[in-house]
């Protein structure tokens, strides 16, 4: 993504949820931080809990309203813990924070991302302010995310959108490679290290099986493949020796 992100955060409370979220928004890329009214005090526990984002979190600025918040910006994304997908419920027709990251990930321009106090988020009047809401999918009894854990979630969504090609990003988990050829070796192994320990014969068949189905949800990679190969290699050569052994004291 070209966009910038900014972090607008309206009428925050704690301190520490603050400072959290200038780590966050340093883990995931975002450029500043804009304060809106802030109720909270950034002291020792806001330094304390930026780690990493401290820079961010001195250079946030503060502004009286979302208006001058988001001067500047060419999208306005506003969060809400409240969802309605009826067709007239305009104020709070929302996206997932995935569906974000696939609306901006190719984005130019400011991007501004605004989250409410924790208490009672965004007002109506804030939220028709912005050009598109977010909301974070969570049980209905008890919707709202604690302030930075919302700002961690979002901010994660629209990073990760970017793909794992981004050479601004950690690497993302390797993609599965299936190995096939690999799987039936190492089931041919099973089969006979079974038949050479005495394993019942008409279980054999329910064993071999049991085995397949635990591989093909675990999915191994070639190197895990390789090492249970030379496991099961090492148990046969172990029982070969001790025929041979058993064989010399006859």
């Not at 955060?9 to 809106?36: H, Q, S, T, W, Y």
Request: proline content about 5%; hydrophobic content about 40%; aromatic content about 4%.
């Amino acid at each position: 993504m070209t966009g910038r992100i900014r972090l607008v955060l309206v009428r925050p409370k704690e301190d520490g949820n603050v400072g959290a979220a200038a780590r966050v928004a340093r883990n995931f890329g975002a450029a500043e931080i804009v304060l809106v009214r802030p109720r909270a005090r950034l002291g020792e526990e806001a330094r304390r809990r930026a780690m990493g984002g401290l820079a961010l979190l001195r250079s946030a600025r503060k502004e009286g309203d979302l208006a001058g918040a988001v001067e500047g910006c060419d999208l306005v994304v506003g969060t809400t813990d409240l969802a309605f997908g009826r067709s007239t419920a305009y104020l709070r027709r929302t996206v997932s924070p995935e569906r974000l990251g696939e609306l901006v990930w190719a984005a130019e321009g400011t991007i501004a991302v605004v989250f409410g106090p924790e208490d009672n988020g965004l007002s109506r009047e804030e939220l028709a302010r912005c050009d598109l809401l977010v909301h974070v999918p969570a049980r209905r009894e008890f919707p709202t995310l604690n302030l930075s854990h919302a700002v961690a979630v979002v901010l994660y969504a629209v990073h990760r959108a970017q793909g794992p090609d981004n050479p601004e990003t950690t690497p993302a988990p390797e993609s599965i490679v299936l190995n096939g050829r690999e799987k039936e070796i190492l089931l041919e192994r099973i089969g006979t290290l079974a038949a050479a320990t005495g394993y019942p014969a008409h279980k054999r068949r329910g064993l071999i099986l049991l085995f397949r189905r635990v591989l093909g949800r675990s999915t191994p990679s070639e190197a895990e493949y390789r090492m249970m190969l030379g496991l099961f290699a090492s148990f046969g050569r172990a029982l070969a020796r001790r025929g041979e052994r058993d064989g010399r004291k006859r």
